[in-house]
């Protein structure tokens, strides 16, 4: 009889806020079936597309499986290799070039058990920070790029799903979208089935539209100029609640006469929707109590200079009195944390030797390639050349032969298939210990089966790495399970233990306030909500919420891009590897409406090529009426697609090291001209 087994696992893809939780049925270790396990108390048996296409990774005919070093140019030039060779090539070329010229990018795949908690995002850095190497934040080209704005404001932390479900009178959704909150979505239809008013502004009429009393479409990047006029009504209205604004604002009579210039007509222009449109919602907003704001974690600040956005839209609740009150303030965000949670830092960053050090900037990384300033970029989990801007300039810096690049990752993709010269395979999230958190709760996602092929988790990648280089202390833990003691020992879990979690169900609460900021300290230099920044103009950038023009309108139509159910950025070689997702987005899509179609001779599911100043990409046309017209939207993590966008860097080095977070924001705007293939 084969010995059955439930192991208890999470999703391996990062929707964080939304995270799955899973049960995996295994006999004589081979994986039998996933579930979607009933117990989680945050997805309660809730599998997506992608969720259920998850067991297509397991014995999957496109795994790497052994170590490949490159014999020449071109996809298919590899030899395999031993894994000693390969490290031994690695270990030598960091010798040659020293730590500083050694580079760290880690991307979303080494998260895939690990999101939220980030033990083997510290361990990296731990690496990083003892060799003394180059290592840039993943949060530069995802969350981090809205984070600075809500930093400025100090509003960093976010209220629960089960908050703004039990007491929101309103919801705004704002860029989030079902996709990418599929957990958060259940308690937006609660409070609808209470009361409450949902509202979506986004680029296109999304998924999440179908839950909406109201469906505000805005031309992509306009976000910024709907909430400065938003203010402004609220401001010449009256609806300003002053008592909240005087305990715990500054900067509110700086404020009032800079937004005159911001009136509903400015926005209207900006942002295509009437100026009723704008007042009327502004109106809305401000009369209904309490309201929560849901941001999207990433596609949102997409875009030229939108950290603004984030910075303005977080103005709002200051100025109506919501934050720090239940079922308003700002809800569940990518990469954001509730009031009191946190975990144990095990990166040892006080052993970080002095530098110089390349900055969190995409230029900066490019040119420090370009330069040979650095000659080894190790991409861990990551696809850069699909999730880093203006990839032209980027897949040549890397294609240099002084550049040697090595790629860690489950699949191939179009990172390691065009510039990688060696590349490591790793294990999947079934084949290692891992935990992931939510905003309310750490998961255990436990071991299920044995390593495939020669696949190695990435920690092991490090130890062999740390022998080669002689670097002591890189992982001081007899083993994975301990080093994940070691992150959960804090207050925030209870001093949670992966056998606490193994004993409850393979969870633990996390003891966290379902309010952000409770007491009212906000997250800045003076404890309140700063309108006024002076941390912001310290750096070069406006104290007050502002609106910069868009530098990029030389072609007529402004390119947005998401997420769908069939991706997740370019997890799993751009999810062609897994036959579920293939088959339901089988090409680029390019959604357009019906008049842009029509001035361009283009019909539905015609062959066409999207031209922007840096490159363009052949895509199908999608010619629907849940596009505005003069944007365009495509589903993002498409090789090639980033070559659209303009990586320029929209904040100043000063900006770089305000958070503790990175928040280097590159342009990943473009505006494009369409035309039939
Ligand atoms: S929403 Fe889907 S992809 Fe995201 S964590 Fe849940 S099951 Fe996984």
């Not at 969350?143 to 930093?151: D, V």
């Not at 769908?564 to 089988?586: G, I, K, M, N, W």
Request: aromatic residues 6%; contains cysteine; charged residues 20%.
């Amino acid at each position: 009889m084969p010995e059955h087994r439930t192991v208890q696992t999470m999703c391996p893809m990062n929707c964080h806020p939304t995270l799955c939780g899973m049960k995996a049925e295994v006999a004589d270790d081979a994986l039998v079936s996933i579930t979607g396990d009933p117990d989680n108390p945050d997805s309660a048996g809730f599998l997506c597309m992608r969720g259920n296409a998850a067991h297509q990774i397991v014995g999957n005919p496109e795994r790497l499986l052994t170590p490949l070093i490159r014999t020449g140019p071109g996809a298919e030039n590899w030899r395999k290799a031993g894994w000693d060779e390969a490290l031994d090539l690695i270990a030598d070329r960091m010798r040659d070039v020293g730590p500083k010229a050694v580079g760290f990018w880690q991307g979303h795949g080494n998260a895939a058990n690990d999101y939220g908690v980030g033990v083997k995002r510290r361990q990296t850095e731990r690496f990083t920070n003892l060799y003394g190497c180059q290592h840039w934040d993943p949060a530069m080209i995802c969350w981090g790029l809205g984070g600075f704005g809500l930093g400025l404001t100090g509003a960093l932390e976010t209220s629960t799903k089960e908050d703004m479900g039990a007491q929101s009178d309103m919801v705004v959704l704002w860029g989030a979208n079902t996709v990418s909150q599929a957990n958060t979505i259940k308690h937006v239809e609660k409070a609808k089935r209470r009361g409450a008013r949902i509202v979506v502004i986004d680029v296109r009429r999304t998924e999440a539209s179908a839950l909406a009393d109201k469906v505000l479409l805005v031309k992509p990047g306009s976000d910024t100029a709907l909430a400065l006029a938003m203010m402004h009504v609220i401001v010449q209205d009256g609806l300003v609640d002053q008592a909240f604004v005087a305990a715990h604002t500054l900067g509110y009579d700086d404020l009032v006469p800079h937004l005159d210039q911001y009136t509903p007509d400015w926005a209207a222009q900006r942002t295509g929707l009437s100026p009723d449109q704008i007042t009327a919602f502004a109106r809305a907003y401000a009369q209904t109590r309490p309201a929560m704001i849901v941001m999207g974690g990433s596609s949102l600040h997409k875009g030229d200079n939108t950290w603004q956005a984030a910075r303005a839209i977080s103005c709002l609740p200051a100025l109506t009195g919501n934050y720090g009150r239940t079922g308003g303030g700002i809800g569940p965000r990518h990469g954001a944390r509730s009031h009191g949670a946190g975990f144990a830092d095990i990166s040892a960053p006080d052993r970080r030797p002095p530098g110089p050090y390349v900055p969190n900037q995409i230029e900066a990384i490019a040119e420090a390639l370009e330069t040979r300033q650095v000659q080894v970029m190790m991409a861990l989990g990551s696809n850069m050349l699909s999730s880093f801007p203006d990839t032209n300039r980027l897949r040549e810096a890397l294609a240099d032969d002084a550049v040697l690049v090595v790629s860690y990752d489950i699949f191939m993709n179009q990172t390691a298939r065009e510039v990688a010269d060696v590349i490591l395979p790793g294990t999947i999230w079934l084949e290692e210990i891992g935990a992931k958190a939510t905003n309310t709760h750490v998961y255990l996602s436990d071991l299920a089966l044995a390593p495939a092929g020669e696949t190695k988790p990435l920690y092991d990648v490090y130890r062999g790495l740390a022998t080669r280089l002689g670097i002591a202390d890189v992982y001081p833990w007899p083993n994975q399970e301990a080093a994940i003691d070691a992150v959960l020992d804090h207050p925030a879990t209870g001093h949670a233990t992966v056998a606490d979690m193994r004993k409850n169900g393979g969870r633990a609460a996390l003891n966290i306030s379902h309010v952000a900021y409770p007491t009212f300290d906000f997250d800045t230099p003076s404890g309140k909500v700063e309108l006024l920044s002076a941390r912001a103009e310290s750096m070069g950038l406006d104290a007050l919420p502002s609106c910069a023009s868009d530098t990029d309108t030389a072609l007529p139509l402004a390119f947005a891009h998401g997420r769908t159910f069939a991706h997740f950025h370019s997890f799993y070689d751009h999810a062609r590897a897994l036959p579920a997702l293939a088959a339901r987005e089988p090409a680029p899509q390019l959604w357009l409406a019906p008049a842009d179609a029509a001035a361009r001779q283009i019909a539905d599911g015609d062959a066409i090529v999207l031209t922007s100043q840096h490159g363009s990409f052949p895509a199908l046309a999608k010619v629907t009426r849940r596009m505005p017209q003069g944007a365009v939207w495509m589903h993002d993590g498409w090789a090639g697609l980033n070559a659209l966008m303009d990586g320029a860097s929209v904040l100043p080095e000063a900006a770089l090291t305000a958070f503790a977070f990175s928040v280097g924001q590159p342009h990943f705007g473009a505006h494009v001209e369409v035309a039939r293939a």
